[in-house]
């Protein structure tokens, strides 16, 4: 089956820096890779999402690249601030399969 | 909001007891998903429904069952539980039967203390 490892565990930046957290997958059939953070205390939210026909995707200070040749995909996010500061997990599934498998998480301190 | 509705927030219990969670999926969503999170750790899959039936299977134990009924919502019942059980229990809808391809929106979870 699928299995998704993820990249650093713990992340500290300054709050303006960029951060980058990292994930690989194992099943050369998976083609759907959403990220999602959860805040403290809270349920985890889509950010954003990839499809593998395409190789990046950028949604104002979050940006996807995913390299399927590689089989690994990464999360950038620019200008980090406070309130970016939280777990993010990345996740990978088949198109149409019901299994999405999430890696372990990331957990992101912004420090001001 | 996510629309998706999960009760109890919180349950306390001791060892052995059977408890019941609840999930209404979000308005539309056929699909109904299970995730157990503990401390510190990721999102383990469960079980999954789609339509009324199961079409899933994570890494559920044979003390946990769930089912989803006609008006779509689900249910997942512990039993025998044990104090590793304790976790935040999260349901997610999505639309289509394929979590693959179509966004899980997650309810705020209910968080199941075993003593």
């Known amino acids: 089956g699928e299995n998704v490892e993820q990249h650093p565990s713990t992340l500290s930046v300054q709050e303006g820096d960029s951060a980058v957290i990292k994930c690989t997958y194992s099943?050369?059939?998976?083609?759907?890779f959403p990220w999602y953070k959860q805040e403290l205390g809270k349920r985890p939210q889509l950010i954003i999402d990839?499809?593998?026909?395409?190789g990046e995707k950028k949604d104002q200070r979050i940006a996807v690249t995913l390299n399927k040749t590689a089989k690994h995909f990464s999360l950038h996010i620019t200008e980090t601030q406070p309130e970016d500061s939280a777990v993010y997990f990345c996740?990978?599934?088949?198109?149409?399969?019901?299994?999405?498998?999430f890696g372990k998480g990331t957990k992101l301190t912004v420090n001001p | 909001d996510s629309g998706v509705t999960q009760t109890p927030k919180h349950l306390i219990t001791a060892t052995g007891q059977r408890v019941t969670l609840r999930c209404s999926p979000r308005?539309?969503?056929?699909?109904v998903y299970w995730y157990q999170q503990s401390l510190d750790q990721g999102l383990q899959f469960l079980i999954q429904?789609?339509?009324?039936?199961?079409?899933a299977k994570g890494n559920i134990l044979e003390r946990f069952s769930a089912q989803q009924f006609p008006d779509l919502h689900s249910e997942l019942n512990l039993s025998s539980l044990e104090l590793g059980d304790s976790a935040l229990y999260f349901c997610?809808?999505?639309f289509g039967p394929g979590a693959g391809n179509s966004p899980l929106h997650f309810g705020n979870g209910t968080r199941l203390t075993v003593t």
């Open positions: 308005s539309g969503d056929l699909s």
């Open positions: 429904y789609y339509n009324g039936e199961e079409r």
């Open positions: 997610a809808s999505s």
């Open positions: 996740a990978a599934g088949e198109g149409g399969s019901e299994k999405l498998v």
């Open positions: 990839i499809r593998s026909n395409v």
């Open positions: 099943d050369s059939a998976s083609n759907y």
